[in-house]
């Protein structure tokens, strides 16, 4: 089945601790892009990678980091996390840039205490 | 970035009632999107519109690209429970996808 997977899909944790929620899509797809939904503020993207070793900033990077050694991964690390990146995360993938559908995966609900 | 205004934000309607929601923006684009987010699950494309007047159905569900080619509709004929959830319209040009804020659709039986 062609997904786009997640995990985990709920985490706690604490201000500093460093954590890193995996994205991982089984569609051979170039594009991937992390994203960050809170109320009244809707999806807003937070990096995206065009292929492998290609990766640029969204609208809210800062205190987000990505890597795409390969091109089914694409994991999202929070350094030093703080309690303002508390947010449901999602993980997207398509065929390419410019491919116009969008796979999203099931979501993280990150708290940071 | 380009900014997409979503409106409603809410709407809470009876079962079987038609709901209309729209997005404008201030860019011109060449597709336009509408997704919908069920409770806890991540979007999914519902429409996707490629021409300017384009008008298309998925279902009980209608959407146009504006002739302008800043603005998209979506309509949603005799509402159902299932219905309920958020809907976001996306809109892109030569940048990744734009995200509107979402319409959260609420359906009382």
């Known amino acids: 089945e062609a997904q786009v997977t997640q995990n985990p899909r709920y985490l706690i944790t604490v201000t500093g601790k460093k954590l890193t929620v995996t994205c991982s899509q089984n569609?051979?797809?170039?594009?991937m892009s992390w994203y960050r939904q809170d109320p009244g503020l809707g999806l807003r993207q937070i990096y995206y990678s065009m292929n492998v070793e290609v990766t640029d900033k969204g609208d809210v990077p800062e205190g987000y980091k990505v890597s795409r050694k390969e091109k089914r991964n694409f994991p999202l690390i929070l350094e030093s996390p703080s309690p303002n990146q508390t947010s449901l995360y999602f993980c997207?993938?398509?065929?390419?840039?410019?491919?116009?559908?969008?796979?999203f995966g099931s979501g993280t609900q990150l708290s940071v205490l | 970035g380009q900014q997409l205004n979503q409106s409603p934000q809410s709407m809470f309607i009876q079962e079987g009632e038609d709901v209309s929601m729209n997005c404008t923006s201030s860019s011109i684009f060449n597709t336009w999107l509408w997704y919908k987010q069920d409770p806890g699950e991540g979007p999914v494309l519902l429409i996707a519109?490629?021409?300017?007047?384009e008008l298309t159905s998925n279902g009980r569900l209608t959407a146009q690209f504006g002739i302008t080619r800043k603005d998209s509709f979506l309509n949603i004929s005799a509402s159902i429970p299932s219905d309920v959830g958020i809907y976001f319209c996306a809109g892109q040009a030569d940048t990744p996808l734009v995200f509107g804020k979402g319409t959260r659709l609420s359906v009382i039986a």
């Open positions: 997207a993938s398509s065929l390419g840039y410019r491919a116009k559908k969008l796979f």
């Open positions: 519109l490629y021409k300017a007047g």
């Open positions: 569609m051979n797809h170039e594009y």
